[in-house]
T-cell receptor
Framework: SQELEQSPQSLIVQEGKNLTINCTSS?????LYWYKQKYGEGLIFLMM?????EEKSHEKITAKLDEKKQQSSLHITASQPSHAGIYLC??????????FGQGTRLTINP | NAGVTQTPKFQVLKTGQSMTLQCAQD?????MYWYRQDPGMGLRLIYY???????DKGEVPNGYNVSRLNKREFSLRLESAAPSQTSVYFC????????????FGPGTRLTVT
């Protein structure tokens, strides 16, 4: 099983609706990263969370880190077609390695 | 700044052929990484280089070799390509070992027939 489990694996929402993607770790979280990948392209860094309870926002995207639950959530408010893509969470592990979840594929319907 | 660049963007190989994927970054980052991305598997680390002159195995190193040529460049070599190595390969770099975001290249789509 994956060290980082993302849910849901895919999500289809109507434009303008809110949505949440979750990332749950089987190990203690020290640093948690969110990336967005457009189909067929590289990953774009969104946010990094380091402390329990930390919350960061960028435009209409908000990410939170719940250290006790070993979980992070990514919330998009009033979704737009530009939000479509694959969202991946990543976490620092020992020896400088970064592990990733399997990704959540987001589709926005007009 | 170009960020992280990768060449080639696409490649088709026959089983048993060899090739080298090139990666360069112009951000003066210390750490560089090679990942492969397969459907349903997410990103898996192949090799990484914490600093110039050092390389270490990641999660799926078998069938690959790497060279950290200098601080800017980190290449990935397939000595004898196999169909199981069909994948999208991403190079990434970051300033330090932890608590720094990774910057990714655009990827190389490799097909081995």
């Amino acid at each position: 099983s994956q060290e980082l489990e993302q849910s849901p694996q895919s999500l289809i929402v109507q434009e303008g609706k809110n949505l949440t993607i979750n990332c749950t770790s089987s190990k203690t979280l020290y640093g948690l990263y969110w990336y967005k990948q457009k189909y067929g392209e590289g990953l774009i860094f969104l946010m990094m969370l380091q402390k329990g309870g930390e919350e960061k926002s960028h435009e209409k995207i908000t990410a939170k880190l719940d250290e006790k639950k070993q979980q992070s959530s990514l919330h998009i408010t009033a979704s737009q077609p530009s939000h479509a893509g694959i969202y991946l969470c990543g976490a620092d592990r020992r020896a400088q390695k970064l592990v990733f979840g399997q990704g959540t594929r987001l589709t926005i319907n007009p | 700044n170009a960020g992280v660049t990768q060449t080639p963007k696409f490649q088709v190989l026959k089983t048993g052929q060899s090739m080298t994927l090139q990666c360069a970054q112009d951000m003066n980052h210390n750490s560089m990484y090679w990942y492969r991305q397969d459907p349903g598997m997410g990103l898996r680390l192949i090799y990484y280089s914490a600093s110039e002159g050092t390389t270490d195995k990641g999660e799926v190193p078998n069938g690959y070799n790497v060279s950290r040529l200098n601080k800017r460049e980190f290449s990935l070599r397939l000595e004898s390509a196999a169909p199981s190595q069909t994948s999208v390969y991403f190079c990434a770099s970051r300033q330090g070992p932890i608590n720094y975001e990774q910057y990714f290249g655009p990827g190389t789509r490799l097909t081995v027939t």
